[in-house]
């Protein structure tokens, strides 16, 4: 059964870190290009960041660059989004996702075809 789960979610003062985990099973995490994700109440699920199955970063947005940072350890099979410096506009429910390796890294969602449940970032003091 193909599973791919997020973890590390939770609450956090402004300023703050937080590392996001992403696990998969059921299906080889090596030949995935991973995703990530948010959706702010009221908005649009937008593309953070994401790594390449070679492991190479190929994008992260705007607001996150310097703060943000993806790596992943096909050996778990996990990716891990680390981030630092949170602002209180961080504050989403993250979602990992998986696309083949061919198609590269994407901010589309439509090439994406395992996703996770999503894990809650609240950003407050």
């Known amino acids: 059964q193909v599973q791919f789960v997020e973890s590390g979610g939770g609450l956090v003062q402004p300023g703050g870190s937080l590392r996001l985990s992403c696990s998969a099973s059921?299906?080889?995490?090596?030949?995935?290009?991973v995703g990530w994700f948010r959706q702010a109440p009221g908005k649009e699920r937008e593309g953070v960041s994401c790594?390449?199955?070679?492991?190479?970063?190929?994008y992260q947005t705007d607001s996150v660059k310097g703060r943000f940072t993806l790596s992943r350890d096909n050996a778990k099979k996990t990716v891990y989004l680390q981030m630092n410096s949170l602002e209180p506009e961080d504050t989403a429910v993250y979602y990992c996702?998986?696309?083949?390796?061919?198609?590269?890294?994407?901010?589309?969602?439509?090439?994406?075809?395992?996703w996770g449940q999503g894990t809650q970032v609240t950003v407050s003091s």
């Open positions: 790594i390449s199955n070679t492991g190479r970063t190929s």
């Open positions: 996702a998986a696309s083949p390796g061919v198609y590269g890294c994407s901010r589309s969602r439509g090439v994406y075809n395992y």
């Open positions: 059921g299906f080889t995490l090596d030949y995935f290009n």
